[in-house]
């Protein structure tokens, strides 16, 4: 089935919902099934009541005399451009069975590099999280107790204890001043990501950032080299297909170079000379590869063989990210809790000292 989970009205549609949407609709149609009654069998398999209403929706448009695409792009923000291209190129060439695996075939695989990503970065995050978290309830808890032992004992304190005493003064006293400006910032920094510039900056900066950099490039260049090949084996234009690919990019110099890239085709300039002026994004291997596939009339083929050896680079980067990450966060945070620990210590050795 589509789903297996409790129904839930304001329950989103997956991504693997949409996969399995995919696989599913080619199947029934190679069997030779007609598309109002594969959107028909689907609605009785989905537990996902607002992707139900969708499937219905869509029956009713196949019924009404619509294409298959014209009654997705009411819900281009659920499906994607890209979806609904390749559906619409599929209907064209009449190999609608053949779009649909590769578009289900392409969901899987940016399912599975999406995975290994978030879950070579979810470990630091939780880590980072709970050692923050831990330290605000010491700060807030633990130092004032021993603040006021400090006192009693009337030893000097070295500088590392007066700085976490005084940083545990600033946040019991002004806790909504903190509060407030840690909140200004969190919100002041969403706003400039989603503005153009602000992504623009942002995403230049990550790019250049050691370990990140090369994964995000390599990413990139999966997700292009991928959606590419699809897209001009479903037999859609190349400038469309340039147009569709940087939609789908969510890294913003890479989306540009696409943008400029359909601008540039259509003066007749090769992709693979294109791509050159940025080498800061596409590393060298990916514009030969392309020169090639241009050359031999192969270029389909040739972005696919790219997308396998860069996920594939993808995954013996989230795997290496790992192992190194680990030991460096363990270093950190035995850096903070030895310097906590030396820091309240210290005074206490220094008061037994004077007795």
Known sequence: KLSFEIPNPFRRVTLGERMLFARYLAVMIGAGLVLNRGFEALEEQSGNPKFKKILIDLRTSIVAGKTFSEGLKPYE???GILFINMVEAGEISGNLVKV???LA????RDHDIRAKVRGALIYPAIVLFALGLIGVLMMIYVVPTLTQTFKELDVQLPLTTRIIISRSNALLNYYWYIGG???AVVFGFTRLLKSPAGKRIFDKIIIRVPVFGPLIQKLNSARFARTLSSLISAGVPIIRSLEVTAAVL???NFRESLETASASIQKGEPLSQILKKHPELYPAMVTQMVQVGEETGTTSQ?????ALFYEEEVNNTTKNMSSIIEPVLMLVIGGIVGLFAL???QPIYGSLGNI
């Open 181 to 183: 400006a840690l909140a």
């Open 77 to 79: 923000k659920i499906f």
């Open 100 to 102: 649909l695996k590769l």
């Open 302 to 306: 040739m972005l696919l063989r790219l």
């Open 250 to 252: 969510g890294n913003a």
């Open 343 to 345: 820091s309240i210590i």
């Open 105 to 108: 075939k392409q969901m899987k």
